[in-house]
């Protein structure tokens, strides 16, 4: 996928509508790669599980961000704030302060190892967010990025799809996509 294309399931709001669903398996089945977050099973319950993909998309690369790994808290939908209410540096184990979402931008560890990428917001507006916890081949992903607008890019994704001007026209009225 194109970092254009990194997000679309964004643009489909309603999987719980057969149309949104079947737009999103499409999708997923055309792709390389599928980031989600979901609580524990509810992809799964949805028919959109690695299991059921990969058997027509055996090159998709499935990964599930969770709160929690493998053990009794497995099925826990999890917030950052639980995870560090669990860890306590006088313990010796892993912590971080709890704050607000806010506070992010000033933090000291996102300041020092590259965790706030330069961004432009839709409205021309220049900020920082932070990056996704990961390193690839040693590094930090680098580069200012220009946040597409929400949907933006849904009509011509849906397009590579198949879905013609008409249905896209329902879909979006509709509130599908």
């Given at each position: ?5 990194a997000?679309?399931?964004a ?5 719980k509508?057969?149309r949104?669903l079947t737009l ?5 089945l ?5 980031i989600?977050n979901f609580?524990?099973?509810?992809l799964?319950g ?19 961000l969770?709160?929690f790994l493998?053990?009794?808290y497995a ?24 704050g ?12 020092a190892?590259?965790?706030?990428a ?10 920082h ?9 040693g ?5 200012a990025?220009?946040l ?15 879905v013609?001007?008409?249905e896209l026209?329902t879909l979006?009225a509709?509130?599908v996509?």
């Amino acid at each position: 996928m194109s970092e254009s294309s990194a997000r679309p399931l964004a643009g489909i709001r309603n999987l719980k509508d057969a149309r949104g669903l079947t737009l999103a398996r499409r999708l997923a089945l055309r792709s390389g790669v599928l980031i989600e977050n979901f609580r524990p099973g509810v992809l799964g319950g949805l028919g959109l599980s690695y299991e059921s993909l990969s058997e027509e998309n055996p090159r998709l690369i499935y990964c599930s961000l969770k709160g929690f790994l493998a053990g009794p808290y497995a099925h826990r939908t999890a917030l950052d704030e639980v995870a560090q209410l669990a860890r306590l540096e006088a313990a010796g184990l892993p912590f971080a302060p709890i704050g607000r979402p806010e506070d992010l931008f000033d933090d000291p560890h996102l300041r020092a190892n590259g965790g706030l990428a330069a961004t432009t917001l839709p409205d021309g507006r220049n900020t920082h967010l932070p990056i996704l916890p990961l390193e690839l081949s040693g590094g930090r992903p680098t580069g200012a990025r220009t946040l597409p607008a929400a949907g933006e890019h849904t009509g011509a994704i849906l397009a590579a799809l198949g879905v013609g001007a008409d249905e896209l026209a329902t879909l979006e009225a509709e509130h599908v996509i």
